[in-house]
């Protein structure tokens, strides 16, 4: 069965590749910006509604299933969104060095016989980043666009102490709960 990815991420596309999973991948925008939370949960849920309903509204799921997600970071209970700048960037990433950091992916899963809405949640504890790698990843740019400005799968890797949850998760796309709820 193949489904329609609503999201322009490219590591959503490969982890959907990765576990198999035929899809096409096309959306429409929605401005998260509107979206006004006190919570972690609340917003990401807010953020995956307000994609999924203008997504929905542009392609429907009659001919492929939808799926839409968004993913939030929260460490040391402040939302860290997606820096605007390499020093916000910093700011971000110094308030994850060495504390738990907590990735949040809600997903919405519509198709014609079910509809299904998951937030998952996978949590890092990090040792403190070193000062000139930390500099160097800034540098390289690999942050623009990441939730928390965080890469569990570049950057932050090596400085994984601990992990609770799915590694998909804080990648942006819990494949193992999309897997068990997806039409045959």
């Given amino acids: ?107 919405i899963y519509h198709s014609k016989s079910k509809k299904i809405i998951d937030i998952s949640q996978t949590d890092y504890i990090f040792n403190a980043f070193n000062q000139d790698d930390l500099e160097a990843y800034l540098e390289s740019g690999e942050w623009r666009g990441k939730a928390g400005a965080c890469m569990v799968e570049g950057f932050c890797k090596s400085y994984i102490k601990e992990v609770r949850g799915f590694e998909s998760t804080a990648m942006g796309l819990c494949v193992e709960v999309l897997q068990t709820f997806m039409d045959k």
């Fill in 1 to 107: 069965m193949r489904i329609r990815l609503c999201s322009s991420s490219q590591t959503r596309a490969m982890l959907l590749d990765q576990a198999g999973i035929d899809f096409i991948q096309e959306s429409v925008d929605f401005d998260e910006e509107r979206v006004n939370a006190v919570n972690a949960k609340n917003f990401v849920y807010q953020a995956t509604l307000g994609k999924y309903e203008t997504n929905l509204k542009a392609f429907g799921f009659e001919d492929y299933p939808l799926v839409v997600a968004d993913t939030v970071v929260t460490s040391q209970g402040h939302i860290l969104r997606k820096a605007r700048c390499i020093d916000d960037a910093r700011n971000i990433l110094m308030t994850q060095s060495g504390n738990v950091t907590s990735i949040i992916t809600c997903m």
